[in-house]
């Protein structure tokens, strides 16, 4: 197949491509999966939208270091905006703890860039990218994956990988699937100016007004930074209290709206021709929205299994298949502790903060802390008689 880019604006009306692989949506999963598949000699087209890939750039950015680099890709400046050493976690009566690695362990992103360097690499991995179309229909006639688009495009395909994200239209009408709808959040992301704080850390808000999702502000430096409230009800006015209480004198340089997940995965079938991968999986860590690494991870695996099964290249379909189920696990239970968590009043989170300072084990705990396998990681550092003793008596105190 020849390598071709279609820009908006293509008039070439009911043309007919084939691919082996068609991935609908161009977010950071969509691309890291194209990206994935073409590296194993897949003949991938991916359909997105949008014009500009990257844009709107809903997502603060903020992954990890180690896990980042567990995508291969590279820790570039390209897209890296900052690097942090920890968090400050803000309660709501004002306590304040502070988780501190001693060393950079997370980056801020561009998503904008980041979204345009993995496009860059998919297309100049012989990837045929189409802007500015939308996915409408797709059906499986004789094996075959059929995909209409809105220009009137038609693309067939053996397979067909679903990263549409968060309205996943088509993954609901074509497979009757859907993450669970009433666990995402609307959230608006502004980016503001004179925040005044030390940018090497990001700081979560937690407040009673914002019982669902905890507020956030993640420093580019030390002036500008990223600042989001999600919230179910009257978000405007709670953004617009939160920008009062805690940032009376930024300014306002932009503004994103979209919605974080906040619910378990999906069960996904690998046997299927059309499988989801992303936001439009749920493939998203339940306590923080943060998507890329976990959805890119489970996503790569996935990929490489297509791989394996329509050109025999990768073998180690047993490890992928190990993958995509742990990091599932994973995701699924940080979703169970996450609706424990929000379930209680807004009190406990506070006498929370207060057990965890009295405990000291805030001095300890970010070495083993693992942003992403948040449960695993926070389950291996309790489980020892003299932490949990600690805490214990902690919260008799
Ligand atoms: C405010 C905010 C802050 C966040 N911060 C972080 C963070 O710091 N770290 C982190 O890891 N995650 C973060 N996330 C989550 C992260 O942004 C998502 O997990 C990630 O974007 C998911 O990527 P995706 O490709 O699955 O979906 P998306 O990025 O939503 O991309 C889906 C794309 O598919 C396109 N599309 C949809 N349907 C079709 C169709 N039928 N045809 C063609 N195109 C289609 C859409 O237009 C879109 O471009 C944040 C999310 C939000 C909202």
Redesign the pocket.
Known sequence: MDRKTYYVGWDKLSLELKAEVVV????????IAAKTLVENSLETIL????EEIGVPE??????NIVNFKRLELPISEKYIENTVRGAVFHSPTGRKIKLDAGRRVAIVAS?RSLDSFLAGEFERKGGNLILG????DATIIDKVVRVK?RRGLEVKAEMLVD?????S??LRRILNKTTERGMWIP?I?LWVKDHSLDPQYVYLFFEEYLPEFFAYL?PINDEVGKL?VASKNNLRIKLNKFIKDRFPGVKIIRS?S????TGRPLKLDLNSKIIP????AG??KAS??????M?GLIARSICRIIASKLTGACTDINNDKEVVKSLTKELDRIANVMKILRSLPVLFIDRLFEIIDKSGLVEEFPEKLDMDFQYTSILRFLINPNKIARLLLASLT
């Open positions: 609908v949506g161009g977010g950071a999963i969509g691309l359909v997105e939208e949008h809903h997502c603060a950015g903020l992954f998503r179309d939308r996915v409408v688009t990263a549409e994200g968060m309205t239209i088509l959230i992301q993640i989001g994103v979209h919605a974080v997940y991968v992303g936001d439009a493939h998203v923080t929205g943060g998507g890329v690494i959805g």
